[in-house]
């Protein structure tokens, strides 16, 4: 098993192959001491540990994420792990497959309001790239 510092180095290269570099470059430099034991927690449960794993791909973990904070109703990361699509190579039709999902299993107004989110979301990352 891995140490702490082995978790946590794996987690910070995952979390900037996922988020990117800009993304986890402001969580670091907004990280205070108060909130310093929570980005070393998930960077080395989340990232160092689960998405480090080679078991399914960052493709499928993108899917289950998304689906999962849709069904929580976590909108602001699923906006957040929408645009991390781009380095995890889930595509927009993965994304509707995963929030129908979503639709039948947590139900549809969570789905709904995902959709809408994803939608917008896309929309300002095509934005981004005419920039």
């Known amino acids: ?27 670091v430099a907004n990280t205070d001491p108060f909130t310093e034991d929570f980005q070393t927690l998930i ?17 499928e973990r993108s899917m289950l994420t998304i689906a999962l904070l849709a069904a ?7 906006a957040m792990h929408i645009r991390a699509t781009r380095n995890t190579g889930a595509s927009m039709s ?3 497959e995963a929030l129908l999902h979503v639709a039948i299993y947590a139900g ?14 896309y929309a300002e990352m095509q934005d981004d790239q005419a920039d």
């Open 1 to 27: 098993m891995a140490d702490a510092q082995d978790r946590f180095t794996q987690g910070m290269a995952t979390r900037r192959s996922v988020l990117g570099e800009r993304y986890v470059a402001a969580a």
């Open 43 to 59: 960077t080395e449960s989340a990232w160092g540990t689960v998405w480090s794993r080679d078991t399914i791909s960052k493709r």
């Open 108 to 121: 549809v107004p969570a789905a709904n309001h995902a959709f809408k989110i994803a939608k917008a979301t």
């Open 94 to 96: 993965d994304i509707k």
């Open 72 to 78: 929580l109703g976590h909108h602001d990361e699923v």
